[in-house]
Protein backbone atom coordinates (compact mmCIF):
# COMPACT_ATOMS: atom_id res chain seq x y z
CA UNK A 1 0.00 0.00 0.00
CA UNK A 2 1.40 3.35 -0.69
CA UNK A 3 -0.22 6.99 -0.05
CA UNK A 4 0.52 9.32 -2.73
CA UNK A 5 -0.67 13.32 -3.17
CA UNK A 6 -3.61 11.94 -5.02
CA UNK A 7 -4.73 9.30 -2.37
CA UNK A 8 -4.04 5.51 -1.56
CA UNK A 9 -2.69 2.90 -3.87
CA UNK A 10 -0.80 0.09 -4.20
CA UNK A 11 2.30 -1.48 -6.04
CA UNK A 12 4.09 -4.66 -6.42
CA UNK A 13 7.17 -5.03 -3.90
CA UNK A 14 9.33 -5.92 -7.27
CA UNK A 15 9.12 -2.36 -8.52
CA UNK A 16 9.73 -0.85 -5.56
CA UNK A 17 13.10 0.28 -3.08
CA UNK A 18 11.95 0.61 0.50
CA UNK A 19 13.58 2.47 3.03
CA UNK A 20 12.71 4.61 5.82
CA UNK A 21 13.89 7.88 6.49
CA UNK A 22 13.52 9.75 9.56
CA UNK A 23 13.57 13.66 9.95
CA UNK A 24 16.53 15.11 11.25
CA UNK A 25 16.71 15.86 15.00
CA UNK A 26 17.16 19.54 15.94
CA UNK A 27 17.92 20.49 19.34
CA UNK A 28 16.35 22.75 21.52
CA UNK A 29 19.25 25.34 21.56
CA UNK A 30 19.32 24.92 17.67
CA UNK A 31 15.66 25.87 17.03
CA UNK A 32 16.33 29.04 19.21
CA UNK A 33 19.24 30.34 17.42
CA UNK A 34 17.67 29.66 14.06
CA UNK A 35 14.48 31.78 15.50
CA UNK A 36 16.73 34.47 16.56
CA UNK A 37 18.56 34.19 13.58
CA UNK A 38 15.06 34.52 11.45
CA UNK A 39 13.99 37.51 14.12
CA UNK A 40 17.25 39.46 13.44
CA UNK A 41 16.70 39.06 10.33
CA UNK A 42 13.30 40.21 9.72
CA UNK A 43 14.39 43.57 11.73
CA UNK A 44 17.35 44.49 9.66
CA UNK A 45 14.23 44.17 6.72
CA UNK A 46 12.06 46.34 8.68
CA UNK A 47 15.18 48.94 9.58
CA UNK A 48 16.21 49.25 6.31
CA UNK A 49 12.39 49.61 4.84
CA UNK A 50 12.37 52.56 6.97
CA UNK A 51 15.61 54.18 6.66
CA UNK A 52 14.05 53.88 2.79
CA UNK A 53 10.67 55.48 3.71
CA UNK A 54 12.93 58.23 5.82
CA UNK A 55 15.27 58.80 3.19
CA UNK A 56 12.41 58.94 0.09
CA UNK A 57 10.02 61.09 2.35
CA UNK A 58 13.71 63.23 3.19
CA UNK A 59 14.32 63.59 -0.84
CA UNK A 60 10.66 64.74 -0.74
CA UNK A 61 11.17 67.59 1.71
CA UNK A 62 13.97 69.01 -0.52
CA UNK A 63 12.46 69.30 -3.11
CA UNK A 64 9.71 71.24 -1.68
CA UNK A 65 12.31 73.45 -0.66
CA UNK A 66 13.85 73.40 -4.07
CA UNK A 67 10.48 74.15 -5.88
CA UNK A 68 9.94 77.05 -3.28
CA UNK A 69 13.55 79.03 -3.33
CA UNK A 70 12.47 79.86 -6.94
CA UNK A 71 9.94 82.39 -5.82
CA UNK A 72 12.56 84.18 -3.51
CA UNK A 73 11.77 87.91 -3.88
CA UNK A 74 8.29 87.53 -4.78
CA UNK A 75 5.85 89.83 -4.01
CA UNK A 76 3.37 89.15 -0.70
CA UNK A 77 -0.33 89.67 -1.20
CA UNK A 78 -2.26 89.50 1.85
CA UNK A 79 -5.14 85.91 0.70
CA UNK A 80 -3.51 85.88 -2.20
CA UNK A 81 -2.04 82.25 -3.59
CA UNK A 82 -0.02 83.20 -6.44
CA UNK A 83 3.64 82.05 -6.66
CA UNK A 84 4.38 84.27 -8.60
CA UNK A 85 1.91 87.34 -8.58
CA UNK A 86 1.60 87.89 -4.71
CA UNK A 87 0.57 85.23 -1.90
CA UNK A 88 0.09 85.52 1.92
CA UNK A 89 2.63 82.97 3.98
CA UNK A 90 -0.23 80.21 4.22
CA UNK A 91 -1.29 80.73 0.50
CA UNK A 92 2.63 80.55 -0.07
CA UNK A 93 3.22 76.75 1.77
CA UNK A 94 -0.65 75.41 -0.07
CA UNK A 95 0.78 76.87 -2.86
CA UNK A 96 4.15 74.90 -2.68
CA UNK A 97 2.80 71.70 -1.80
CA UNK A 98 -0.26 71.77 -4.22
CA UNK A 99 3.11 71.23 -6.97
CA UNK A 100 3.68 68.19 -4.84
CA UNK A 101 -0.32 66.92 -4.75
CA UNK A 102 -0.57 68.00 -1.47
CA UNK A 103 -3.99 69.92 -0.26
CA UNK A 104 -3.35 72.11 2.78
CA UNK A 105 -5.69 74.68 3.79
CA UNK A 106 -5.53 78.43 3.06
CA UNK A 107 -4.95 79.61 7.00
CA UNK A 108 -2.07 79.16 9.10
CA UNK A 109 -4.03 78.05 12.27
CA UNK A 110 -5.54 75.03 10.20
CA UNK A 111 -1.66 74.45 8.90
CA UNK A 112 -1.08 73.75 12.34
CA UNK A 113 -2.93 70.55 12.26
CA UNK A 114 -1.67 68.96 9.31
CA UNK A 115 0.67 65.99 8.38
CA UNK A 116 2.73 64.73 11.98
CA UNK A 117 4.17 66.57 14.73
CA UNK A 118 7.46 66.88 15.18
CA UNK A 119 9.35 67.35 18.20
CA UNK A 120 11.32 70.30 17.76
CA UNK A 121 13.40 72.28 15.40
CA UNK A 122 16.49 70.22 16.12
CA UNK A 123 14.03 67.56 14.86
CA UNK A 124 13.32 69.16 11.84
CA UNK A 125 13.90 68.56 7.98
CA UNK A 126 13.41 70.71 5.07
CA UNK A 127 10.27 70.46 3.53
CA UNK A 128 8.81 70.81 7.22
CA UNK A 129 5.95 73.48 7.82
CA UNK A 130 6.91 75.88 10.91
CA UNK A 131 3.99 77.28 12.47
CA UNK A 132 3.86 80.47 14.40
CA UNK A 133 0.75 82.48 15.81
CA UNK A 134 -0.11 84.47 12.46
CA UNK A 135 2.30 82.68 10.31
CA UNK A 136 3.84 79.63 8.52
CA UNK A 137 6.67 79.09 6.33
CA UNK A 138 9.09 76.02 5.32
CA UNK A 139 11.88 74.91 6.73
CA UNK A 140 14.89 75.28 4.54
CA UNK A 141 17.80 73.85 6.93
CA UNK A 142 20.37 75.34 9.25
CA UNK A 143 17.45 77.16 11.27
CA UNK A 144 15.90 79.19 8.65
CA UNK A 145 12.92 79.02 6.98
CA UNK A 146 11.59 80.71 3.56
CA UNK A 147 8.06 82.11 3.84
CA UNK A 148 5.77 85.04 2.15
CA UNK A 149 6.64 87.57 5.20
CA UNK A 150 4.90 91.04 4.47
CA UNK A 151 4.38 93.62 1.85
CA UNK A 152 7.59 95.35 2.27
CA UNK A 153 9.76 92.02 1.76
CA UNK A 154 7.48 89.05 -0.30
CA UNK A 155 8.87 85.99 0.11
CA UNK A 156 12.09 86.03 1.78
CA UNK A 157 14.23 83.71 4.09
CA UNK A 158 14.37 84.01 7.67
CA UNK A 159 15.63 82.70 11.27
CA UNK A 160 13.60 79.86 12.15
CA UNK A 161 13.72 81.47 15.17
CA UNK A 162 12.51 85.01 14.62
CA UNK A 163 9.61 84.27 16.83
CA UNK A 164 8.12 81.64 18.90
CA UNK A 165 7.16 78.38 17.36
CA UNK A 166 3.64 77.57 17.67
CA UNK A 167 4.11 74.12 15.91
CA UNK A 168 6.47 71.52 13.63
CA UNK A 169 4.31 69.60 10.71
CA UNK A 170 6.10 67.22 8.43
CA UNK A 171 4.12 66.94 5.71
CA UNK A 172 5.99 63.70 3.59
CA UNK A 173 6.73 61.01 6.49
Known amino acids: K ?5 GEGYISADFTDVEVQYPEAVSVAEEKAEEAARKAEAAQKESEERQNAEAQAASKGQAVVDYAMQFLGNPYVWGGSSLTN ?3 CSGFTM ?9 LPHYDASQRSCG ?6 SAA ?5 ICYYGHVGI ?3 NGQIISASNPRSGIKISSATYRQIAAIRRIFN
Open 139 to 141: YIG
Open 86 to 88: GTD
Open 95 to 103: AVYAHYGVS
Open 2 to 6: VNTDD
Open 125 to 129: RPGDL
Open 116 to 121: TAVSSL
